[in-house]
């Protein structure tokens, strides 16, 4: 167990639809990152938040956007959904958002879109 | 993105040691080399990582080419447990703080 849980584990929708999947990061660390694992992409960088703040963005559609509270959790949203956005997605958390730090990932929310 | 080379897959019996070989020929002198794994239905895991010198942990060592193009993951004794994907990653500095560029990893098959 990575400390890092994420809800829901699985997910199914239809095309059109807009979800919300959420990452509780493990005590302490203030950075959230998003990836999604798909069949033909791989593991794929989405997105970085620190302390609320969003610090880097990878290869993140315009449908998708993402935050992090207060209390540290975060969500992503991802609205306008297609069958090429079902994937595995991934929140991983760290101490820090600096080079050489440790990433703990979550369990990860199987998304389904029929 | 920082590109790394691994072989796709990799084979192994119980209790041998395994080295899991990575070529980052275009790393930069301020990039860590990470390794994670990735076990069956699983987030990816921490394995170890590295800037310069070999690194030793209660998973496995790193060693680090002296040019620092190239380094090999190593499991002392695999077990069965150890059957995963296996990632090397550039963790790239800059704009890009921590993220994780994966690759396509080995793919490590421990045979009993």
């Known amino acids: 167990d990575s400390g890092v849980t994420q809800t829901p584990k699985h997910l199914i929708t239809a095309t059109g639809q807009r979800v919300t999947l959420r990452c509780s990061p493990r005590?302490?660390?203030?950075?959230v990152y998003w990836y999604q694992q798909s069949l033909d992409q791989g593991l794929q960088f989405l997105i970085h938040y620190y302390n609320g703040e969003e610090r880097a963005k990878g290869n993140i559609l315009e449908r998708f956007s993402a935050q992090q509270f207060p209390d540290l959790h975060s969500e992503l949203n991802l609205s306008s959904l297609e069958l090429g956005d079902s994937a595995l997605y991934f929140c991983?958390?760290?101490?820090?958002?600096?080079?050489?730090?440790?990433?703990?990932f979550g369990p990860g929310t199987r998304l389904t879109v029929l | 993105d920082a590109k790394t080379t691994q072989p796709n897959s990799m084979e192994s019996n119980e209790e041998e040691p395994v080295h899991l070989p990575c070529n980052h020929s275009?790393?930069?002198?301020?990039?860590?080399i990470h390794w994670y794994r990735q076990l069956p239905s699983q987030g990816p895991e921490y394995v170890i990582h590295g800037l310069t010198s070999n690194v030793n942990n209660r998973m496995a060592s790193l060693a680090i080419a002296e040019d620092r193009k190239s380094s090999t993951l190593i499991l002392h004794r695999a077990t069965l447990r150890d059957a995963a994907v296996y990632y090397c990653i550039e963790n790239a500095g800059g704009t890009s703080y921590g993220k994780l560029t994966f690759g396509q990893g080995t793919i490590l098959t421990v045979h009993p």
């Open positions: 991983a958390s760290s101490v820090e958002g600096v080079i050489g730090n440790e990433q703990f």
């Open positions: 275009t790393i930069s002198g301020t990039d860590y």
């Open positions: 005590s302490g660390d203030l950075s």
